[in-house]
């Protein structure tokens, strides 16, 4: 019976000294410096930080505002090649003096129609016209500079939806 006991004794004994050192540790001040997770700079006034591991100063605002030009500029670039595409120029058979054509192109997600068209003037001499319409047609989710509200998280987004026009026109002479 004193075995029990004295292992019982043992175990409190142990458990007496590591419950010590876990107090002592936590209650040692820490000497470590603090994190700066998010270095302000007041260079240019409220809201601007530095960009982690440079010198860069900049706002989170404007950080989003160049997210939506630039997907933006990129829709626009998309929705002129697809206008380019499909202003295709109509031939003209011979023994004829009127061509039409239209066309539709996509490139990149955006859409445009063309139409194009010949008219005979004289012998060789044709004039030649088009015009393209596109959809100019997007969307960004932004996640800079979210904001807590009473309802959740809101998250900027920005949509655009934008009619653009292509024309072309021309003289041609053949021989």
């Not at 933006?72 to 670039?77: E, F, L, P, V």
């Not at 003096?97 to 005979?120: C, E, I, K, P």
């Not at 969307?139 to 979210?146: E, F, K, Y």
Request: hydrophobic share 45%; with cysteine.
């Amino acid at each position: 019976m004193s075995t029990i006991f004295n292992n019982r004794r043992a175990v409190l004994a142990v458990a007496a000294a590591a419950t010590i050192g876990l107090a002592a540790v936590i209650a040692a001040p820490s000497h470590a410096a603090p994190v700066e997770y998010v270095k302000i700079c007041s260079l240019y006034g409220a809201g601007f930080f530095y960009i982690p591991g440079t010198d860069t100063c900049s706002n989170a605002n404007q950080i989003m505002t160049n997210q939506f030009d630039l997907a933006r500029a990129q829709t626009r670039a998309s929705t002129g090649t697809a206008m380019a595409a499909s202003l295709v120029a109509p031939w003209l058979p011979t023994g004829t003096n009127y061509a039409v054509s239209t066309h539709w192109a996509t490139y990149d997600g955006q859409h445009a129609a063309g139409f194009s068209g010949l008219m005979r003037v004289s012998g060789n001499f044709v004039f030649s016209g088009g015009f393209s319409l596109g959809l100019d047609k997007g969307s960004l989710t932004s996640n800079s500079a979210r904001t807590q509200t009473e309802f959740g998280t809101a998250i900027p987004a920005q949509s655009w939806s934008d009619v653009r026009g292509l024309g072309r026109a021309g003289f041609m002479y053949a021989w």
